[in-house]
């Protein structure tokens, strides 16, 4: 074998080593919201964030809310506890969130420092529907039938 | 009635020119690939291919399979013209019904609305899936037809390839149609719903004939006098660019993939790499220029201070910009030396399947779930489209470039390890692994799913600690390369001492960063990572001092020969940025301070001085804060804190100030993060019998006190005897059963109350909260109680307040300091200032030398004696590049 292959092969395991190194202590589990409190160790959940759900407990820097998860709409609670970096401002208008904690059954929730948001742009679809029946209570209000 | 109508021949127009544009550009795309297919297929290879065209420019008869292959060729040509011309049709299209504000069309009215800015408006085109798909079949018109121009010899061998993505975006646009209309079914089911009247439900189609009218613009609408519009934070001067410039990154990097693909079936390994060179130096200047305009709309909008998450979506632009950085290096050393021929040709290929992964990743909704921005899951065949031309273009490149592998002869790729190609050969290594790294850590939810060991994601920390050694590594050759003579054979001079003192200083940092990488594991990455930083710093600064040293030897042979000195020295100035501003960054919150409250942070005093409505319809509602600098300047800020007009939620958009902190010049980041009028606390769905806790602090002098309340039940005897018109009280009250402890005092009962009011309109009542009065805080203002409830004996839930009785409003803000980051705009600008000159650079070079290897074609075809030919042919040019 030359000293090409040698060498070339050396730098990859060597980068493969130090990739596999990293994933100690990096890897979530992404984990069902029935599931959350069966586990110990620190998992990660994603659901729909429900905006009447959120209570500023300490400013952004400790906030509770609900996530609710879309397959099963299962509704579990989180607690964003990190004095050092307070949630973004556009946090509650975010159409989902993705939290990594570790589940306290003293609290009922899952505390978590580390909180993302679905980027703003592209929200879900407002429903068209929505649309139509503004129209239709537009006309209604012309003709004087909204109340009917 | 007709007002809530509308009928319109622009619309008619426009949807009908998009849906056959969609559908003809889907044909053409078809045929056009088909037929550079087959003019590929039956081309000459290898050596014949190599020097075919020249010779049939100089034979007086042609071949008459090369004849047929022209015939394919030109067809093909023909049809991806065609398929070019419909793509600019169906753009305009689109463009016109966003201008003419017909929200009747669901794409017009998810991204548009009539009082966006005509430049958003313009940029709302791209607001969404469909039409960035519009947007990069308009590079790629742009760009064949550049490539048509300039390239012509490998027009069959390149097209084939360039083709398909044409044919995968129309099937895209085909199953995603941007020109969509309502479902008349789903319209006409709310409209009952409603009671709506029967002009409306006449409107909607029956019949075949109907339904094409409608689905084509021709019939006639509800009228919808409004879209959603452009999210907020959009409406951004740099995210307007942002998508279009990444886009032709994109679009572009699929052209040198191209020419790999087509060199491959060619057999002809070298003459790609001078064709293909200005166009990789173009795309990955242009998608470096891309990324950097993302991360830096990210850090002026989004309000948390940083530029890159390693979110899928930032990756997938990341891998194919490293990949294209390997290969643009490869091409270098091949164009010298005639070296990595396979390493390139391999590359290459996978060049395209780096950026059709990327598509597919954050398009397909594979990640939905793990990536913070947000695609929403499209139906399953677009998903298969996206998998379909992912998969094919993988298995073509490898596959092709294994069925060749022993045909390729390369020269060997370095003569020692002190000489420069030893310093590419583990610099095309360094690259590729990094982009293996993040492959691996942005598709480890797939792989989870796949294996069935459950969906796993990797967080940010497994990018910093994998990348952070393979960087350094990077960082080294790049200090250390420049050092290295070409060959070795050629150049064997000893060391100068310049580089004799760099070689000792790289070896103390290497050194030095092997234990403190030791030392830094044994902390979890996390406690104790300051010496790996101060030895990757001291690196930075060795190969920054390198690379000005040859930027300054190069700038002697004028700006073209700096190009790749100033694309290293921006690369590694802003590495030394990341490094500065992820270590040294700070965050204060600053929560509840009443107006004009000063709060001193890095020597600097913040206060909330109020709010402030916009000025405009273009403006936002601003929150200020005045900073009262070390001088006692005092600086009032204006950072926009509004209502969203999509959402009705709160948003706040930092405001930015570059100041000397400390003696670091580093931006001051203040976020807005929301204003409390009346100074309360709350507890919503409070369920009977659970407790529920309040924290008050009136002032930032008063403690933090809780209360804590529990809700058993309603008392409702004066509304039954006012339902029953039996002695009936003047102000009947509903009361509230519960309990309630202040600071962890023994349990009181108390009744708090809601006033039954006579009701207005439809509402026989309306319920007013009564203050209770609560005793046992110690803030400066008393507080009351206010109890209220939903009223639903099957769910009864209680919502409680406490209201200060001197309301005093509040500020939240948070302060950011941010040192260094105006390193890593500088550094970038000063890299992709670098990039452009390469491209430059490579582009005149490659010129000359197609130019130089044209005119030895014509002159060795030439049947009257090549002597005059030879005179006249360009002389002193390299070919080499």
Known sequence: MNSKAIIGIATVLACAAIASASLFGSTLKSVAFADVQRKSERVDIYGVLDKPSIKAIRGATMVQFDLIEEKTNQRLTVVYDNPNSALPPNFPGASHARAAGVWDPSRGALVSNFVTTKCPSKYEEKNMDATTRKLVDQWKESTGQSGS | MQEFLVKSTGLGLAVTGGNIAIWLGLASAVLSVIFYWIAMLRSPKGEAAASGTASIKGATTVDPRELSCRKFQNLGKRFFTFTCGFCVLGSLCLWSLIFSQQYTIHYVFKNSNSSLHPGFRFASFWGDQQGTFFLWGLYNAVLGAVFLRKCRESERWVMPFFGLINVSLFLLLSLMNPFWIDNPNEVRAVLTEMKAPESFLAILPTNTMEHLKYYFGWATYLKKTDGRGLNEQLQNFWMVIHPPTLFLGYASMLIPSAFALGALMKRDYNTWVKEAAPWLTFAWAVLGTGIFLGAYWAYETLGWGGYWSWDPVENSSFIPWLVGTALLHGLLAQGARGNFKQANLFLGGFLGTTVLLGSFLVRSGVLDGISVHSFASPQESVYATLLGILILWFTLS???????????????????????????????????????????????????????????????????????????????????????????????????????????????????????????????????????FAAFGMMLLIAVTVNLRQLVKASGGGLLACGPWLAHTGFIIMLGAIVVTSRFNVTFPVEGVAQGEPVKIMG???????????????????????????????????????????????????????EWVNGAWGDIYVVPSGVDLDNSAGVEDVAKEEPATMSVQHSKTDPKEQVQVTFHGLDTSELQKMMNGKNMPAEPKIYGDVSISVNGAPVQKIRPAILVAPGEGERPFKFVPQKYPITGLNQSSPYALEFSTNMNPGDLKGVFKLVPENPVPRGHFQVLYVPGIQFMWWGAYVMIVGMFISYRRRSLLSRKALQVAAAAEAVRASPAGSKSSRRQSPVGVTTTL
């Open chain 2, 398 to 532: 490898i596959g092709i470039w294994t069925w060749r592998f022993r045909d390729i002869q390369s020269e060997i790729a370095y003569d020692t390890v002190w000489e420069r190609h030893f310093g590419f050969f583990l610099g095309l290594i360094v690259l590729s692994a990094s982009a293996a790294v993040i492959t691996f850590g942005v598709t480890m939810p797939i792989w989870g799913a796949w294996f069935r060991v459950g969906q796993k994601t990797v967080d940010y920390s497994f990018y910093n600690k994998a990348l952070l050694p393979v960087t350094f590594v990077m960082v080294l050759l790049m200090g250390i390369t420049p050092l290295m003579p070409w060959r070795k054979v050629r150049e064997d001079r000893g060391l100068a001492m310049f580089a004799k003192v760099v070689l000792a200083l790289m070896g103390v940092a290497c050194l030095w960063f092997s234990g403190a990488a030791v030392y830094a594991w044994q902390g979890g990455f996390s406690r104790q990572n300051d010496p790996a």
């Open chain 2, 604 to 658: 600097r005093e913040f206060s909330w001085a109020g709010q402030r409505t916009a000025e405009n319809s273009h403006d936002r509602d601003r929150m200020l804060i005045d900073m009262k600098g070390p001088d006692g300047k005092v600086t009032q800020l204006a950072p926009k804190l509004f209502i969203s007009k999509q959402t009705d939620e709160a948003m706040g958009w930092p405001e930015i100030r570059h």
